[in-house]
């Protein structure tokens, strides 16, 4: 599978996090772990992960995908 959005090094940290916790929740202007005060990264960027096929977006929440669950390690 090619993606059109490659793995940059600002991506490791949300998706390290999707990993820990199973799912990112998209609040404000970010998105950010269950129950942070940080954010993981912004919406925009979280837009081009979900284009590039690291991470599903469902309703609020942002989930990893098997090929970001990878990336992630």
Known sequence: M???VILIPGMLKPLRLARVYGFLVER???VY???GSQPA???GLAQKMVE???LMKH???YEPTEQGLKAAE
């Open 2 to 4: 090619t993606n059109s």
């Open 28 to 30: 404000e202007a970010g």
């Open 33 to 35: 772990p269950p129950g």
């Open 41 to 43: 990264c912004s919406l």
């Open 52 to 54: 590039g096929g690291w």
């Open 59 to 61: 309703g609020q929440r």
